[in-house]
């Protein structure tokens, strides 16, 4: 009996241990993937329409830069909208430091991150670049580029984006969390 109770001990432990990327299905989204997370320490999370005051009690201070937000000394960049958190960039500074909350990161493969959000709804039209566009009003991906003038700028809002940028050896340099307004107007 007191073998039993130690393995479910260890069971609810590794259990708890095991990180929320595990919670994700491949080829869903919603608003819980608009996040990034601290890879080691204090876990900081950063979210899509977190205030800038929240965001800077996770990253520190960051350094204006005008419409491209403000970068971090971590590698993170935010832009930011009414000062609330429209898009987040996971820079190569970011390597080791920061994830997005499935646990994409910074010098994975395409094929690493389409492991964590899908290949159905991949929208993988060169070697360099990998998206993932969904429409939270129509409760679907989008099925077009992030340029595809069948949305307006105020239906844009709406519109989520997970965006990966490719070196010419096939790993990350750039993640971006970010709505499509931001991503297109840079509003």
Same mark, same amino acid.
């Given at each position: 009996?007191?073998?039993?109770?130690?393995?479910?001990?260890?069971?609810?432990?590794?259990?708890?241990?095991?990180?929320?990327?595990?919670?994700?299905?491949?080829?869903?989204?919603?608003?819980?993937?608009?996040?990034?997370?601290?890879?080691?320490?204090?876990?900081?999370?950063?979210?899509?329409?977190?205030?800038?005051?929240?965001?800077?009690?996770?990253?520190?201070?960051?350094?204006? @830069?005008?419409?491209?937000?403000?970068?971090?000394?971590?590698?993170? +960049?935010?832009?930011?909208?009414?000062?609330?958190?429209?898009?987040?960039?996971?820079?190569?500074?970011?390597?080791?430091?920061?994830? +997005?909350?499935?646990? %994409?990161?910074?010098?994975?493969?395409?094929?690493?991150?389409?492991?964590?959000?899908?290949?159905?709804?991949?929208?993988?039209? @060169?070697?360099?670049?990998?998206?993932?566009?969904? *429409?939270?009003?129509? *409760?679907?991906?989008? *099925?077009?580029?992030?340029?595809?003038?069948?949305?307006?700028?105020?239906?844009?809002?709406? +519109?989520?984006?997970?965006? %990966?940028?490719?070196?010419?050896?096939?790993?990350? +340099?750039?993640?971006?969390?970010? *709505?499509?307004?931001?991503?297109?107007?840079?509003?």
């Amino acid at each position: 009996m007191k073998g039993m109770a130690w393995l479910a001990a260890a069971l609810l432990i590794m259990a708890g241990c095991s990180g929320r990327a595990s919670e994700f299905k491949a080829d869903t989204f919603s608003k819980d993937d608009l996040c990034i997370v601290e890879s080691g320490g204090s876990r900081a999370k950063i979210c899509y329409g977190d205030s800038r005051s929240e965001v800077e009690k996770a990253l520190g201070q960051g350094k204006d @830069t005008g419409a491209l937000g403000y970068v971090y000394d971590n590698g993170v +960049t935010v832009m930011y909208r009414d000062d609330a958190a429209a898009g987040i960039l996971l820079k190569e500074e970011s390597a080791g430091k920061f994830k +997005t909350v499935r646990g %994409a990161s910074i010098s994975d493969s395409k094929s690493s991150i389409k492991r964590l959000y899908g290949e159905k709804v991949a929208l993988d039209a @060169t070697e360099h670049n990998l998206d993932y566009i969904y *429409d939270s009003r129509a *409760d679907r991906f989008f *099925d077009g580029g992030p340029n595809d003038p069948r949305q307006t700028m105020e239906d844009s809002v709406d +519109t989520y984006i997970l965006s %990966a940028l490719f070196n010419e050896d096939g790993y990350a +340099t750039l993640l971006m969390v970010i *709505d499509r307004r931001m991503a297109v107007y840079f509003k």
